[in-house]
C-alpha cells in the first residue's frame, strides 16, 4: 500500500498560468477529500468526493477552481489563472468509509510567482 | 456550518510536564459529530492520533488522551508527560452526518517540547 499519492510533489507557476494537481487514492477508498494549507489559514477544506461523485464542495474558490474525479484511482484539481495568493501546500485524502479514518499525501506545494 | 477551534497557536512545555491542547467544535447535525485528532510530526505527513465517535467516551493513543465532552462540546487533548519527541502540529478535527461526513479541521496547535 502506497499510501495516496500526490504529484507533482512541487509546482511553480507564473501568475495567470493553468495549475492541475494529480490525486491517486488508496485502492478501495471511497471518499477523497482536498485541502489547502496555508500559514495563515491553517487546514481549509475545498471539497470531497465519494464514489466518484461530488458530495460538497463549499471551500473552493467559484470562479477559478475546479476538481474532478473520473474515475475510482485519480482525482484532480485544476486552477485557472492562478494568482499569488493561492500558493499553498494542497493536500489529497481519502477514506474508506463516511466518518472513519482520512489518510492523507504528502502534498502538493504550489507556488506562484 | 461545522467547525472546529483551537484557542492556541503554540504551546511550548517543559518535558515531562503535562499538556492539555484545547479544541472545542459546534455541530450542526443531529447526533453526534465523530472527532479526531491528527498530528503532523516535524519532516512527515498528517497522521491521526487518535479518535473518538460515542459522546463520553475517551480514546488514547502514545500516551495521548482525550475525551468526547458533548455538554461542553469539547475535545481536549492532554498528555501527562510530555517527550521531545512529542514536538508537532497538532489538529482537531470533526466529521458529521449532515456535512456528508466531509473532514473539518481546526487551525492546529503547534507543540514545542523543550529539554
Known amino acids: 500500500n502506497a499510501g495516496v499519492i500526490q504529484t507533482p510533489r512541487h509546482k511553480v507557476t507564473g501568475k495567470g498560468q493553468e495549475a492541475t494537481l494529480w490525486c491517486e487514492p488508496i485502492?478501495?477508498?471511497?471518499?477523497v477529500f482536498w485541502y489547502r494549507q496555508t500559514i495563515v489559514q491553517g487546514l481549509e477544506f475545498l471539497t470531497y468526493?465519494?464514489?466518484?461523485?461530488?458530495?460538497?464542495d463549499s471551500g473552493m474558490p467559484k470562479e477559478r477552481f475546479s476538481a474532478q474525479m473520473p474515475n475510482q484511482s485519480h482525482s484532480t484539481l485544476k486552477i485557472q489563472s492562478t494568482q499569488p495568493q493561492d500558493s499553498a501546500v494542497y493536500l489529497c485524502?481519502?477514506?474508506?468509509?463516511?466518518?472513519?479514518?482520512?489518510?492523507f499525501g504528502k502534498g502538493t506545494r504550489l507556488t506562484v510567482v | 456550518g461545522d467547525s472546529v477551534t483551537q484557542t492556541e497557536g503554540q504551546v511550548t512545555v517543559s518535558e515531562s510536564k503535562s499538556l492539555i491542547i484545547n479544541c472545542t467544535y459546534s455541530a450542526t447535525s443531529i447526533g453526534y459529530p465523530n472527532l479526531f485528532w491528527y498530528v503532523r510530526y516535524p519532516g512527515e505527513g498528517l497522521q491521526l492520533l487518535l479518535k473518538?465517535?460515542?459522546?463520553?467516551q475517551k480514546g488514547s493513543s502514545r500516551g495521548f488522551e482525550a475525551t468526547y465532552n458533548k455538554e461542553a462540546t469539547s475535545f481536549h487533548l492532554q498528555k501527562a508527560s510530555v517527550q521531545e519527541s512529542d514536538s508537532a502540529v497538532y489538529y482537531c478535527?470533526?466529521?458529521?452526518?449532515?456535512?456528508?461526513?466531509?473532514?473539518?479541521f481546526g487551525s492546529g496547535t503547534r507543540l514545542l517540547v523543550s529539554p
Open positions: 478535527a470533526l466529521s458529521a452526518r449532515t456535512g456528508g461526513y466531509k473532514v473539518v
Open positions: 468526493f465519494r464514489n466518484q461523485a461530488p458530495i460538497d
Open positions: 485524502a481519502s477514506s474508506l468509509d463516511t466518518g472513519g479514518e482520512v489518510f
Open positions: 485502492s478501495g477508498h471511497s471518499a
Open positions: 473518538v465517535i460515542t459522546a463520553g
